[in-house]
């Protein structure tokens, strides 16, 4: 009866969509957004010399509801932007600087709750 009750359970979960991936590191995206030197355009709270206004401001970007006016938010859009806003946005000023995918889900996590 546990044999059965087990191989039910494991085929259950063998149908469940695999979990999103793990959310990135906050204080490394503080500090990959001054390495990657996003303060030269952008107004960035808690992040040091990030006090441009050639681009948007970044505070309260976990609130608004798209990313460059036409992507949807949501943190693993957010990191996808910084990784290839062109991909998104062909017009976008944003550069593409060459982000990992790591480096870009940490920066996408601070960004979240940057106030």
Same mark, same amino acid.
């Given at each position: 009866?546990?044999?059965? +009750?087990?191989?039910?359970?494991?085929?259950? %979960? !063998?149908?469940?969509?695999?979990? #999103?991936?793990?959310? *990135?590191?906050?204080? =490394?995206?503080?500090?990959?957004?001054?390495?990657?030197?996003?303060?030269?355009?952008?107004?960035?709270?808690?992040?040091?010399? +990030?006090?441009?206004?050639?681009?948007?401001? %970044? !505070?309260?970007?976990?609130?608004? #509801?798209?990313?460059? *006016?036409?992507?949807? =938010?949501?943190?693993?859009?957010?990191?996808?932007?910084?990784?290839?806003?062109?991909?998104?946005?062909?017009?976008?000023?944003?550069?593409?600087?060459?982000?990992?995918?790591?480096? !870009?889900?940490?920066?996408?996590?601070?960004?979240?709750?940057?106030?």
């Amino acid at each position: 009866m546990r044999v059965a +009750a087990a191989i039910a359970a494991l085929s259950l %979960l !063998a149908a469940c969509e695999r979990p #999103a991936p793990a959310a *990135g590191d906050r204080e =490394n995206g503080r500090l990959l957004l001054r390495q990657f030197g996003c303060g030269q355009c952008h107004r960035i709270p808690g992040v040091a010399d +990030a006090e441009s206004d050639i681009g948007p401001s %970044l !505070a309260r970007v976990g609130e608004r #509801a798209y990313l460059g *006016g036409v992507l949807p =938010n949501s943190p693993a859009n957010l990191a996808a932007w910084i990784r290839d806003p062109q991909r998104f946005d062909p017009r976008t000023t944003m550069p593409n600087l060459g982000v990992t995918e790591a480096h !870009a889900r940490d920066m996408a996590a601070y960004l979240q709750e940057a106030k």
